[in-house]
């Protein structure tokens, strides 16, 4: 590449070498004899020549990202413009003299006039004719590479212009030098006259306007884009007030409607007043179409700053403190007052700015002090909010007045905002004019986006519950015509609600990843979250730096977003349905499974992972599992079997290697059991598949107390079994159905042994009725007289004279 500058730079030198002398010998003698001394420049080789550098110059520029490298190729571009414009000036005498030659010779008379001319004559004037064709048509191949070359160097600032906008790691100088603040006091010479011509360009535009025959159009146009303004957003705002009191169902959904209704107001009213700004001083045809795209761009800018205005008031909505969506305190919201105002006013300013820039052409010095400012107000406005808001908190905590209890997000967001703010600061402490303007426009397009989706959010959710809810006319009416329950109703409201939520969840990531401030509009958000959920492209990404972070932002919103439809399951929407808790539980686990392998795989995606080149991959984890992750994948694979067949279920008392205790959790690689003791014991997903398991609770089984009791061979049989079916049947745990029954166990040596038997509800009552009826029957025993037979032990005494058997009580 450097190689190539420098041989396209000799080649110019050259160039303009061999035409200052043509220029200086022809000052200095122009007779003919030292014109004829004079070195000649060929155009008819040097014309091609240029091209040949031209083209050399638009290839290199096509493929090249380097500022410096850009810089050095736009000089050259500049050299080649001056070059052509050389020979061009030189070619124009040289034309004029062939031109003046012909006219001395005259016209070529005409056939029927009579007069002759001498054959030398014609031949001189046809001569003559074709060198004078050949000099023009050079004269057209010159300039016509001369305003190419001027193009080339205009998209060539455009490039860089563009380039430091994605540059972050450009240092351009700080703040504090003086070279970020010359364009104020040293302006460059082309910019004074770009600007110039400009401001003249708007000024005849002003007085086209302003002309006697449009005067009265003008005015009633900027007259309407006041009253707009003004007067249009208020009673808009009082006529969707009044909409949502006297036609909304009183409830949550008036304030969301009220909150969307401002905000969409003041976006409106923003934007039409710029539209009627624009019609008054654009209308006519004879505008230039500089200052046509540059109002154009203007009234496209005034999107973005109105709905900054809009959301402000929405979510402060100082006028109805009572209707205010988000909960801050009233002190609070009128500290932040003057903020969203006063921050689209700044965007505005400054994108009109850079707008101007761009429609001028000035020099990069120039775009990157306008960069500069527009960041360093930016991010003092966010560390002003962040303040002004803590401030108010303080002093209403020390006037005994606490605020709103702040959640957990609004904390973490203003430390994001204050973060950020003094990120931007410090970006252009220390040179990275870039990065600071960058980071600040970054805080605003987030802002907008985020604030967006916490206004539709409520507004979604609020809808389908009011429309859905039994206590509404549409409820009541839904439901009497498809004679549903009204938890179905609950149960479809919470789905539409999820399915709005998601919907905004993916124009607001899709927003954020690719979205970029002031350039893209709702139709290309759109196209790109079909795009985005359709998966094209995830075959042919590239890894990049930029990437990396989009990933973690993926990643972090997948993670927020899978754990938040996880809390809702488990809390609204599952607790609505017939599903048991184990059944419940098992499918939570199972979604969540599935959603983590999904938000890994958008990561990988967005990360720029090619899928066709992962099969090392593949081949390194075959081998892993070959060897040490057999067990996990075992576990893994045998708890998808515990989830989907369910042989056991989060709930169920299961005894399993002589441990016996309730499932409290199925997770990806192991269950935990509770035992009785409340101890918990970590079980393998595999054993449970592999050994033989007791499930004691599977199909609602009851359990069996059963007791058994050995009585001396003297009793009465039937009066104990009487005695024994009483105890059963008056304890409260024994269920009727089946009736307890007494069989005769066994007849030993030591008595009779009976076996009592009752059914309880659950198995996990048995030990709890076993208890009460021991109890109970050993009271009744003692109070009749009858004594459970005692075991008999044979003892041997040995004495003198011979041995003795005694049996011991």
């Known amino acids: 590449m450097v190689s190539g500058l420098a041989l396209l730079r000799a080649v110019l030198l050259t160039l303009v070498a061999l035409f200052s002398c043509n220029l200086l010998a022809e000052d200095a003698a122009p007779s003919a004899a030292s014109e004829a001394e004079a070195p000649k420049v060929n155009a008819a080789v040097e014309l091609p020549k240029m091209q040949k550098v031209l083209d050399k110059i638009k290839s290199q520029v096509s493929g090249e990202t380097n500022d410096s490298k850009l810089g050095a190729l736009n000089d050259l571009t500049v050299e ?133 025959e449009w005067r009265v159009g003008t005015l009633m146009w900027l007259v309407a884009a006041v009253l707009v303004a003004t007067l249009g957003r208020r009673y808009c ?51 230039t179409p500089d200052v046509q795209s540059f109002f154009d761009r203007l009234v496209q800018l005034s999107v973005i700053c109105g709905l900054i205005a809009g959301l402000g008031r929405a979510l402060l909505s100082t006028r109805r403190p009572s209707w205010r969506l988000p909960a801050i305190s009233n002190p609070v919201a009128l500290a932040l007052r003057p903020f969203p105002p006063l921050t689209a006013a700044l965007v505005f300013i400054f994108q009109a700015l850079e707008v101007f820039n761009r429609t001028v052409g000035t020099s990069l010095d120039t775009t990157i002090f306008a960069n500069g400012l527009t960041a360093l107000l930016i991010g003092g406005t966010a560390l002003l909010i962040t303040y002004r808001s803590s401030r108010v908190r303080r002093r209403m905590v020390a006037e005994g007045h606490p605020p709103e209890a702040r959640p957990m997000l609004v904390g973490l967001i203003q430390m994001a905002v204050t973060t950020t703010g003094v990120a931007i600061l410090l970006s252009l402490v220390i040179g990275y004019v870039t990065l600071g303007r960058f980071l600040s426009y970054e805080l605003i397009w987030i802002g907008i986006v985020c604030a967006c989706f916490y206004i539709l959010s409520n507004l979604i959710t609020d809808v389908c519950e009011s429309l859905l809810s039994t206590n509404s006319s549409s409820g009541k009416r839904i439901q009497s015509s498809l004679n549903i329950d009204e938890r179905h109703l609950g149960q479809a409201a919470a789905l539409l609600a999820a399915l709005g939520r998601t919907v905004l969840v993916l124009f607001a990531v899709v927003s954020i990843l690719n979205g970029t401030f002031g350039t893209t509009t709702p139709v290309e958000l759109l196209q790109k979250a079909v795009e985005f959920w359709g998966g094209k492209g995830l075959g042919a990404l590239n890894i990049v730096p930029a990437r990396l972070v989009n990933a973690l932002v993926v990643l972090v919103v997948g993670i927020y977003v899978l754990r938040a439809v996880r809390r809702w399951l488990d809390k609204d929407f599952l607790p609505r349905t017939t599903m048991d808790i184990g059944m419940r539980v098992s499918l939570i686990t199972l979604l969540s499974n599935l959603g983590y392998v999904v938000v890994i795989l958008l990561t990988l995606s967005t990360l720029g992972l090619q899928w066709n080149k992962l099969a090392w991959i593949v081949s390194a984890l075959s081998v892993g599992i070959g060897f040490g992750l057999q067990e996990i994948v075992k576990n893994f694979i045998s708890g998808l079997i ?56 599977m199909g609602n089984a009851q359990g069996v107390a059963t007791i058994t009791l050995t009585f001396p061979l003297d009793i009465d049989p039937v009066r104990v079994r009487e005695l024994l079916l009483a105890v059963y049947r008056d304890d409260a745990h024994i269920l009727e159905q089946p009736e307890p029954s007494v069989s005769f166990k066994d007849l030993t040596p030591s008595g009779i ?57």
């Open 80 to 212: 080649l413009a001056g070059t052509a414009d050389t020979l061009m000036q030189s070619l124009i005498p040289q034309r004029a003299q062939l031109q003046a030659q012909l006219e001395v010779l005259g016209p070529k008379p005409q056939a029927d006039s009579g007069v002759k001319e001498t054959p030398e004559v014609t031949r001189q004037r046809t001569q003559l004719e074709n060198q004078k064709a050949k000099r023009d048509e050079q004269i057209k191949q010159a300039e016509s590479i001369k305003g190419a070359s001027m193009n080339l160097s205009t998209q060539i600032a455009n490039l860089r212009r563009d380039a430091l906008k994605t540059q972050l790691a450009l240092n351009s100088g700080t703040i504090f030098g003086g070279r970020f603040w010359a364009p104020l006091y040293r302006a460059q010479q082309d910019d004074v006259v770009k600007i110039a011509a400009f401001r003249d360009e708007l000024a005849d535009t002003a007085a086209l306007a302003w002309d006697s």
């Open 237 to 287: 705002e009082e006529l969707l007030a009044w909409v949502g009191i006297n036609l909304l169902p009183e409830g949550r959904l008036r304030r969301s409607f009220l909150a969307t209704t401002t905000a969409l107001a003041t976006t409106a009213a923003v934007i039409l007043a710029f539209n009627f700004v624009g019609e008054a001083f654009i209308r006519r045809e004879e505008v």
């Open 642 to 697: 515990l989830l989907t067949e369910r042989p056991v279920k989060v709930g169920d008392l299961v005894s399993i290697s002589g441990i016996e205790g309730d499932i409290r959790r199925i997770n990806v690689r192991a269950t935990e059991i509770q035992l009785s003791d409340k101890s918990t014991v970590i079980v393998p997903n595999s054993q449970l598949i592999s050994q033989n398991v007791r499930n004691a609770t």
């Open 753 to 809: 042994v009976l076996s009592v038997t009752g059914n309880v509800a659950s198995p996990r009552q048995v030990s709890t009725a076993k208890s009460d009826l021991l109890f109970d029957i050993l009271t009744r025993l003692r109070k009749e007289g009858i004594m459970l037979s005692a075991p008999q032990t044979m003892v041997i005494e040995r004495k003198q004279g011979g041995t003795v058997l005694r049996e011991a009580p």
